[in-house]
């Protein structure tokens, strides 16, 4: 699907050793990339885009470690890279990467990162991994993505990911914030996927295939509640017409904050769902949402 290589832009770029009069010195940062794009939602959440490195593969939902270089230590001077797993939030045919994020106004990193803009360089180690992949769970019917916050992005990955509605005949994504804003990164993806022609055809008639379940819990919206409340009492099924979520037919992958995945895990577990892992594929696979 790409129609260029990689590397195009990193190739346009001068070596470091070629300093003209003109030419600035390369920064060296390890494992640098450089961003493309920034977007700011709130002024909680911002996602940007990056270049990829040549050499890295991975599978959609993965996360990686990303940052920038720390402050000087005030002893020595020695700036070492101050680094937080992020799950790249683009799919694996991109071409650049994406990462959403939280701002942390007292956060080591985010405080930093949120300053980002397009042509600063930040930090990529290109070693992903991660269990919010569709390698970890045994075939089924429909597949359920739930997230709160930030812990959308490796769905944002598997959305726009083919595989995803080739393996599923049903795929619910379901996001819970605080308020209508904080649902903007998952709404406008959502928009984007029903308005690209090349994904019309996976969506199958009607775009059926995919529904999307956006849910507020501090400020009105169509859909109030956390999403485990309106499992547990049932307001899901009947809001989508589906009777129950069986290990038969159902599989999940839940990302969010240590509460929602506990609580989750307590609510698939009752269904009858047990965890997978690479290893070990079965119905549903938890992962943490990275703050920094
Ligand atoms: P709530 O407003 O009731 O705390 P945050 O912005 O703090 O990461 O939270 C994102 C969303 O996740 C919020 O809407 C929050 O609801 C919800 N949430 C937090 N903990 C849980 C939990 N244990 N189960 C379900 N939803 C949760």
């Not at 699907?1 to 300093?19: G, I, W």
């Not at 045919?93 to 990162?113: A, H, M, N, R």
């Not at 075939?139 to 080739?166: I, M, N, V």
């Not at 649902?183 to 090349?198: A, H, P, Q, W």
Request: with cysteine; proline share 7%.
């Amino acid at each position: 699907m790409l129609d260029r290589p990689l590397d195009a832009k990193m190739t346009e770029q001068k070596p470091v050793n070629d300093l003209t009069a003109s030419a600035k010195p390369v920064p060296t940062l390890p494992d640098a990339q450089t961003v493309t794009e920034v977007t700011h939602y709130t002024d909680r959440l911002f996602s940007f885009r990056c270049t990829r490195p040549q050499t890295l593969r991975f599978r959609s939902g993965e996360f990686v470690m990303i940052g920038l270089m720390g402050d000087p230590d005030p002893k020595t001077g020695k700036q070492k890279p101050l680094l937080r797993a992020y799950s790249i939030a683009s799919p694996s045919w991109d071409e650049e990467l994406e990462f959403y994020s939280i701002k942390v106004q007292d956060g080591p990193l985010t405080s930093k990162l949120q300053h980002i803009q397009p042509g600063d360089q930040i930090i990529l180690r290109p070693k992903p991994v991660g269990t919010l992949v569709h390698d970890a769970l045994l075939p089924g019917k429909r597949l359920w993505f739930f997230a709160t916050g930030t812990g959308f992005a490796p769905f944002a990955s598997l959305l726009r990911d083919p595989q995803t509605y080739e393996d599923y005949e049903q795929v619910i994504v379901t996001h819970t914030c605080r308020d209508v804003a904080e649902l903007t990164y998952s709404k406008n993806l959502i928009e984007n996927l029903r308005n690209d022609e090349l994904m019309q055809e996976l969506l199958g008639d009607g775009l059926n295939k995919l529904t999307y379940y956006p849910t507020t819990t501090r400020e009105e919206s169509p859909k109030m509640g956390r999403i485990t409340h309106l499992l547990q009492d049932g307001t899901v099924f009947k809001d989508l017409g589906i009777e129950g979520i069986s290990a038969e037919t159902d599989r999940a992958m839940v990302c969010g904050s240590m509460g929602l995945n506990m609580d989750l895990k307590d609510i698939l577990e009752g269904y009858g769902l047990e965890e997978g892992a690479n290893s070990d594929p079965k119905h549903y696979v938890v992962e943490k949402a990275f703050v920094g």
